[in-house]
C-alpha cells in the first residue's frame, strides 16, 4: 500500500518536505518509521529511536502502535514547546 510522509521542522531540512512510501498491509507507524530509518542513513539519523518526535496519521496525534491505512497521509515532527 502506498502512503505520503510529510515532515516538519528540523526534519523538513534533512529529508525534504514529502516522500511517497511503500508499505506492508496493516502496517503501524512505529513499522513505518523502522522502515524509514533502514532507507538511507540520513532517514536513520533524522529519525533514530533515540529522538523525540512526534507522529500523525491523517492529522490526529498517533503512537507507535497506531494502525496506517491505504493512501494515509503521515506526519513526523520534533515536539513544539513554546512559552
Do not use: C, W
Not at 502496517?27 to 532507507?39: F, M, N, V, Y
Amino acid at each position: 500500500m502506498k502512503v505520503q510522509v510529510r515532515y516538519f521542522a528540523s526534519l523538513r531540512e534533512a529529508l525534504g518536505a514529502q516522500e511517497a512510501v511503500e508499505l506492508p498491509a496493516g502496517s503501524t507507524l512505529g513499522t513505518l518509521r523502522d522502515q524509514l530509518i533502514a532507507s538511507s542513513p540520513r532517514h536513520a539519523q533524522a529519525l533514530a529511536r533515540g529522538r523525540a518526535l512526534r507522529g500523525a496519521v491523517n492529522q490526529a496525534m498517533a503512537d507507535d502502535a497506531s494502525a496506517v491505512p491505504e493512501g494515509a497521509e503521515v506526519a513526523f515532527f520534533p515536539p513544539v514547546t513554546g512559552g
